[in-house]
């Protein structure tokens, strides 16, 4: 089992609700990310864990919060979210937690759309 | 800082013929390479990447890249590139001053493969 597995795929919602994507992997992987993607342009990095620990935050709003429950599963919380904010959620994983040169596998993404 | 450019917003070439997608970089210490594709509304996937050793870097599908390091490039090349290569393709490069946690993306290229 190579994959990364991302629900909702598709996601709605207002600016005054509370959502959830959810990422999971069963590769045995220690280190989970969250990217953000606008259209036509680069994964920008949100978050990194690192055996369950929040290694990276890359000075994220408050309005997204993520979280490692174990080492299989990566959420982030949304709440009062902004349209500009609307955009396609990658998560991804690599085998080690630091000093690592591996690549990443990607999940397929959530498209998040914010009214 | 690390960077990573890739100096074409697209490439076209006609289904058949070799083509090449540049990628130049920047970064300090030893550079660890790597060469993503998406196609539309998917998570990247992994082609290949560069760590050490030979400059010849084989991947996926038939890509292959190479690894100069007097010209800091690392682009991306196919003998018989095939309309179904048609996606956009991410130059990128783990940061190891970040411990490996954060990858850095190119703008991205746009590859057209016309029958």
């Known amino acids: 089992d190579t994959e990364v597995t991302q629900t909702p795929k598709h996601l709605v919602m207002g600016m005054t609700n509370k959502k959830s994507l959810k990422c999971e992997q069963h590769m045995g992987h220690r280190a989970m990310y969250w990217y953000k993607q606008k259209a036509k342009k680069p994964p920008e990095l949100m978050f990194v864990y690192s055996y369950e620990k929040l290694s990276i935050n890359e000075s994220v709003p408050s309005r997204f919060s993520p979280e490692c429950p174990n080492s299989s599963l990566l959420n982030l919380h949304l709440h009062a979210l902004q349209p500009e904010d609307s955009a396609l959620y990658l998560c991804a994983s690599s085998p080690r937690g630091g000093l690592d040169t591996g690549e990443l596998f990607f999940g397929e993404g959530s498209r998040l759309t914010v009214l | 800082a690390q960077s990573v450019a890739q100096p074409e917003d697209q490439v076209n070439v006609a289904e058949g013929n070799p083509l090449t997608v540049k990628c130049t970089y920047s970064?300090?210490?030893?550079?660890?390479l790597f060469w993503y594709v998406q196609y539309p509304n998917r998570g990247l996937q992994f082609l290949l990447k560069?760590?050490?050793?030979?400059?010849l870097v084989k991947g996926s599908y038939g890509f292959e890249a190479e690894f100069n390091k007097s010209q800091t490039s690392f682009h991306l090349k196919k003998p018989s590139a095939l309309v179904s290569d048609s996606a956009l393709y991410f130059c990128a490069v783990r940061d190891p001053n970040t411990g490996g946690f954060k990858t850095i993306f190119g703008a991205g290229t746009r590859l057209f493969v016309k029958a």
């Open positions: 560069y760590i050490t050793g030979d400059n």
């Open positions: 970064v300090s210490g030893n550079p660890y």
